[in-house]
Structures are given as C-alpha cells and as structure tokens.
C-alpha cells in the first residue's frame, strides 16, 4: 500500500520530514533532492565527444530587430551510446539552439508547439516585458487542443505558436530558456526544454577574452534512464497534463545518477593548450554541483571567473572550486596552457558520489598560439545599496500543506496562487529582498538582476559576486539582495529553481507599479 504524502504527514509530522530533508542535504553535501538510479547499464565516462549546441540562424533581419522561429517537438536522439531517448526539444534538440543576440537589437522568437500539452517559454535572466515573460499560466497550446487541461487558468491562452518580445535593452549576459509552464517545468525541462540564449555587446567584445571557437556554453544536467533508454522521471502523471508533482519519495528533488553537458553523458573536449571561455549552466532540476579541476593547475587559478548570471563582473576573480546551484551561471575561463600536451583534466563535482563525481574531460591535445587575455579590468558594475528608509520584504521557503491537503512547498506559508500578488513592487525603488530558509533552495527573481548584500551573518560568500537573478540559499541561511525593479509594470514570479518545489507550489507573484 502506497501512503498519500498527507498520510505521509501526518504520520511522521511536518517537523520531522523537515529536518530528514535537512539531513538528507547535508548527508549528501549539496542539493535538496533523492537520488534516482537509472535502470540500464550505464556507458563509462569520457566517451563520448562534447556536443556544442547548434545557433539559431534568424529568419529574418530586417526593420532593426532578429525573428527566430523554433518549433518545439517531439524527436528521439542518442544520449547514451545505443541507445535512442524520447525527448521534448525545441527544433527537436537537447539542449535547444542557442539564440545569439545584440544589446540594442530587439530579438522576436516565435515558438511553435508541435508538442501534445501546453508550453510556456520563459526567458531567464531577461528583462522582459510581463506579456513575453512566459507567465506560468501563458499558455501557448499546440494545435487541436482547445482547453487548458489541469486546474489553473487565467492566463493568456495563444493556439499553435506565441511570438515572444526581447527588447534586448541589457548588457552582454548568459541566459537561458526553458518551459515555464504552471505544475510542470520540472517534467518539462527534465525531458529537455531548455536551451541557451547569449547577449553580445560591444564592451564585451572590446575585450581580449577567448573567443569563436574557445567560447562554449556549457548546459550541466542530471538525468535518471529507464531500460529503454527513456528518461526516467518520477511524475505522479506522466502524461503531464493533469496532476502536478512526482511521488513522495522525490518530492525534495529528483537527482539523477548521469551526468550529462550539452546533453551527452561525461563528454570529452580535446583543447588546445590555451585559454578558453566556458559559460557553465547549471540546468539540473535540482542538483547542486561543487565543480573542480583534477589535477588542479601547476600554477594558477583552476577557474578565473569572469562574468555571472548578469554578465561581467567588474573585474576577474580567482576561484579553486566552484559552486552552483540549479539556474545559476558562472562565466570563466580556463587556462589548460598550465598543463604539458597531452594531460587529462577531468571536471568534477565534489558534491557528488559514484557516477556523479565526474562531469567531463579535457585532453590538452596541442599547443597553440594564444592572443587572448584576461584583463585586470572588465565592466563597470554600478553597486546598489540600501539607505536608511530602504524597503525590505521577506521570504521565507519550507515545507507545508497544500490547498489539496497533500505536502508542497511553500513562500511565507503559503501555496502558489496565480490569481493572488503576493507582494506590490514600485518601480526604480531600491528594496532588500531577504530570503530565509531551513533546507536548500536555489531562489530566482523575474524580471531584473539583483545583487548580495549579505550572506549568513556576513558579507556576500565567494560565488556571490556580480549581477544575480539566482541565489544559491544554503539550508538554515538568511540571504539579503538588493533589487531594484524597472521599466516594465505587470505581474511576474519569483520562485525557488529546484523545479519539483516550483511545481509543487513554492512561487509567488510581485506585481510591478509604475
Ligand atoms: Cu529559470 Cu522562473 O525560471
Ligand atoms: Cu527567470
Ligand atoms: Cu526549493
């Protein structure tokens, strides 16, 4: 007999799944989450070439602005060596094409959904108006279907395909796009609705960093297989059209027991014997990574960090190890001249045991002429500060009932409604968002990028550094930011990123006010 999860409550009480959950996060060091064993003998790692996802080329330039079209569909590809998973890709990929734009360019991508439920595109990172945001309950129908299945409406119904507007108006960043859709973006990112989205600008590019070719996205996901070859993923309705969540067991997280970058499992990248730029994604539902490199450099930092979730930093910090939390991006760069031709350099993930230690592999395969740099000055990061007067809201993410009775996550006790604003944000007002916690949740704000200002009892902690829409808020902590909200007024979510907490209920809506 299988226990509902309130049986589950209300045998072993709120407290007490509480503090297993704390314990089974610090037992593993990392992430929220219970770890699902694939059910097919797995490939060994480093076998596989490092995919780099394809950029999209745009229908159409004219009028000052860049149209895509990207048709989200159905398609089977190769993940793990013979053998064939069903995936949901845009243009059929995993991950999807990467959307290359301009600070200054307007960009249109319309998606067309070719698939058998609802999307919702959300652009994250993007300062986006609210209509092109990918509101959980936008919904963007595929074609023959007239309703909305499930139990949450509202919203702005577009049948077949639904053109999103960027204005573009932000400085250079890596960002990126995924399904957003209200109950189930964990399902829908897991079997792979996400893909890149880079903006160039011209500071950036006045800057010697390693390019073309030596500048790679890195996607890092975590994925569980079934026999077949299918992504196994624990929905409580794997037709993903009725009922939310996935099963008790994996209600803190699904962690899978692959690694996969670029959608292939601990790929390798022979490289040259030079720097090179790695824009490091961490699009896992809910895994947290500790990244290394092994052996770390004779000499030198292992990852120079340049930029984050917001684009440049200021200037370049030095990192031996770097940790990110599912939705956050860290931009180095790597310097593999430190190492004699011929190294092997692995990727790995000090958070994880057995198959999730590693992630990839390096093979320094040449030496070669190197003319890029790193420059002891990169951006101008405007700091925002509190002054006396300053607003400050507070969030505070744990476990707790849902309106159905059964266990969620919950923002200040309550459930998500996307019919409530939680909360009524004036724009260009300075606030300090403080974010409160028992158990490990990565927290990401719509709409504009904030910055830390404090962590624990200190100051911000080494990975906090820069523009950030996404922080990584480690169990019992306090993180304060500072935001500022501008130009655009509408309704927006904020959420924790650990995508079976968002699609078990742990949202909330601001609403921004000129
Ligand atoms: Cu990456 Cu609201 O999401
Ligand atoms: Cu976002
Ligand atoms: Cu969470």
Redesign the pocket.
């Known amino acids: 007999m299988t226990l509902s999860r309130r049986h589950f409550l209300g045998l072993s009480g709120g407290a007490a799944i509480g503090a297993t959950l704390g314990g089974c996060a610090l037992a593993s060091g990392s992430a929220t989450g219970n770890l699902l064993r694939s059910s097919l003998r797995l490939p060994g790692p480093f076998t596989v070439p490092l995919p780099v996802p394809a950029v999209a080329v745009p229908t159409d330039t004219t009028g000052g602005t860049d149209h895509f079209a990207i048709t989200q569909r159905h398609a089977e590809v190769e993940i793990l060596p013979g053998t064939k998973t069903p995936i949901l890709g845009y243009d059929g990929q995993f991950p999807g094409p990467t959307v290359p734009s301009r600070t200054g360019r307007p960009v249109i991508v319309e998606h067309i959904n070719e698939l058998d439920i609802p999307s919702v595109v959300?652009l994250?990172g993007g300062h986006t108006p609210a209509a092109s945001d990918g509101f959980p309950t936008d919904y963007v129908l595929p074609r023959g279907m007239d309703t909305v299945p499930g139990h949450h409406q509202g919203g702005t119904i577009s049948r077949g395909s639904f053109a999103y507007e960027y204005p573009m108006t932000q400085r250079a960043a890596t960002l990126w796009y995924?399904d957003?859709r209200m109950d189930f973006t964990g399902p829908a990112v897991y079997h792979g609705l996400a893909g890149f989205h880079l903006i160039h600008d011209d500071e950036e590019e006045a800057l010697p960093l390693p390019g073309g070719d030596r500048d790679i996205p890195l996607m890092i996901t975590d994925r569980a297989f079934e026999a077949d070859g299918a992504f196994r993923y624990p929905a409580l309705d794997p037709t993903m059209l009725e009922q939310p969540g996935v099963t008790e067991q994996y209600m803190a997280g699904v962690l899978g027991d692959v690694v996969l970058v670029n959608g292939a499992p601990w790929p390798e990248l022979d490289v040259d014997a030079v720097r090179y730029r790695f824009r490091i994604l961490n699009a896992s539902n809910a895994r947290r990574y500790d990244l290394r490199l092994d052996p770390r450099p004779p000499q030198g930092a292992s990852f120079t960090q340049i930029g984050s979730d917001g684009g440049l930093l200021a200037a370049p910090l030095e990192h031996p190890n770097l940790r990110i939390a599912p939705?956050e991006r860290f931009d180095v760069v790597i310097d593999f001249s430190a190492y004699p031709v011929g190294s092997l350099v692995t990727l790995t993930n000090a958070f994880g045991t057995g198959s999730t230690k590693n992630v990839m592999r390096f093979r320094i395969a040449r030496k070669a002429r190197d003319d890029s740099n790193v420059p002891p000055r990169l951006s101008r990061v405007e700091g925002i500060s509190s002054t006396a007067g300053t607003l400050t809201r507070e969030f505070t993410f744990t476990q707790g009932p849902l309106p159905s009775g059964e266990t969620g996550w919950l923002i200040n006790g309550r459930a998500y409604d996307p019919a409530r604003i939680d909360s009524k944000v004036p724009l260009g007002d300075i606030e300090l968002w403080r974010f409160i916690t028992d158990v490990h949740h990565p927290i990401?704000v719509?709409l504009e990028q904030f910055q830390v200002t404090r962590r624990g009892g200190g100051g911000p902690g080494p990975f906090d550094t820069g523009w950030k829409d996404t922080i990584d808020l480690r169990p019992g902590e306090v993180v304060e930011v500072a935001i500022r909200m501008t130009d655009y007024a509408g309704t927006y979510?904020m959420?924790c990123?650990n995508l079976e907490h968002e699609d078990m209920m742990m949202m909330s809506n601001f609403q921004t006010l000129r």
């Open positions: 959300h994250h995924h957003h939705a990401h719509h979510v959420h990123h």
